[in-house]
DNA sequence: AATGAATGAGCGTTCATTCAT
DNA sequence: AATGAATGAACGCTCATTCAT
């Protein structure tokens, strides 16, 4: 599977490509599998489905730890893409909501996102806290950005709001939430959030 | 080990009192355990917490996963009650929301309940299941006094608000979730909840 | 079960009667659930059958060994016995291959005689194997009358016709042994046992 | 633990040859052990005999029953060659004869074969019933032939035939059954199903 | 670098036996 | 004398991790 051939042919470094390469593809496995396991799923399905042996897992990831922690990294990184690629969109509230949205909705299936989302907002000290808190700032971003748009009220803070968006993301995970439901529980939260509530509460 | 004349509370005799004792205890610790830990908790801490030996834990509870739907159904109907309680509220406002509050607030500490919750919305067929349909029966009689009061807007439906009591009682779980941050995470779910929401988006 | 309301109505001994009335029922509910899965059945089981405490069993059987022993010196017992009714039979060889036949026909689910049959040939230095001897000099007493009257060859002894016996109804035990071939089984054993034997070999 | 410089006979290289003769040392050691103590016996005393690790012993045979199964499947195969190895022996009768001595004489110790030989009469479905059925099958054979060689008399029939093997085999297989009342018994057996015994019935 | 065999600690569960009433 | 609750050792089995090639 890993191609041992290619080391004939030519002998510049194939074996380096060939470890970058098996190590992605653990790395996706593992997020499919631990999405679909939590930390419940066992390594050895891990190396199965990524065609490796399972001494080639722990070499690239020397703990199952530490593999659960690269596969969060990597999300939360991608996620933080997300967010910072919608900085300086043209409707920041859009662009909030939007987000939210979409990462409520990508939840299902990603059981161990959740529970990380959940567990790394505490902090663990590790790397999956570090991406973690990258994708906190960026969303903290997009919160201000709305805020100044007036597309969201200015009186909610980030660490309210990343609850709410764990707390829905964690409660989308499993597949059973119905897509419908999901929308209108997300709707409610949105109405949270729409400013002139101040106003309401203001006037008589 | 169950050393009888410990029970300082009341000195009813022991033996079946005993018994039932131990039940007793073992089911509380499980409740520790389990929200600590999960289900990847193991019975053996629940036995040596509770003072008993392992098999003392498997003659009350016959399998693991029948201790853990003990725990869960307790839970339930613990809420449940509670719930009931406020059927005749003066304020059923006050009531639903105080509820949610409530149950929210009791979550820090009880994984296992998140994850109950969470599952049983699933519905599994067993105890669990029965029990946290009781609940939930409960909380939509709540809310539904709530909306005919007015104090909740007329055009949300249980599921939704079911989906929300879930995600932020799973959210906050977790100790480490700050009280402030959580009371603000509620309000602004209540925000979304109140009524009035449909005169302001009708309007321009 | 245990007609505990004796007791009340006169105080002679009744319990002593009560007591021996357990350890009958017991000893007879164990014979069968050993005779249907050996050892490996659960003494519990014996007590719940017998409508007793598990502690009653130990009471009466300090070991489950002991209670295996008991059942297998009742059952080598009432076969000594069956034996020695057919020492002055009119027909010495239809009294032996009478027996021969009704021990081994008697055998299906039985396994723990079989087991029983079969260890304590070998001597293990207890009750059981005291009462299998004395099933085995029976056993020998009849093969003898046999033997005179012409019945069974001369030159065959106890041993290698008691491991037959053995060997024949450890064989049955089981109950998926058509009786048929049990029966056509036996004839070529008897066959075997039939005299003249000699008179064939000796010939040319 | 498996020190594989030790294999004194061949110093052929270890690692894939290590795991075969691992799981060689495991099914040889197992067969030991289940004959001493049949089913009862524990696995893990089998890792211990075979200087394994409890693991490895898994990882060989996915469960208990696999690898008592494989022990017997074993068995039963090296039975079968044997048998059929003198299909066409010179003196079918003599191989007939011989084989069911040797496959009798072969039984001390071998508790589980016994047992299998027992159990597997009945057929179980699994790859041990159908080893047991090939053993059946040879034995046939080696049967047919004889009784065309006029070696056993032609009105028996391989059921019986295989109960009485299965019966003296299993009645063998404790090591207290001595050598020369086996054979005495055998003998009884074997004169039994010699020829002639019609004759004798349907003469005078 | 990759493999997969080996490992042992740990889990859920059972069962003969003892203890307290 | 009888009860049944409590016990802990043992079992079958799993899994993260290490070793030898």
Redesign the interface.
Known sequence: MSTPGDRGTDGRRPQRADARTNRERILSVAEEVFGRGG??ASTEEVARLANVGIATVFRHFPTKAALLEAVLVQRFDRLREQAESLFHAADPGAAFFGFFSHLVADAPGKIAIGEAL??A???NGGDAARASDGLRRAVGLLLQHAQRDGAVRGD??L???Y??L???S??SA?A???EE??D??L???????AP??NA?RQGP
Do not use: K, S
């Open positions: 930390q419940l959940y567990e907002g505490g902090g909610v803070e660490p309210e709001v609850a709410l764990v707390a829905t964690r409660a499993p059973h939430l119905d439901v999901r209108r529980m709707a409610i939260v949105f109405d949270g959030l002139l509530r309401r």
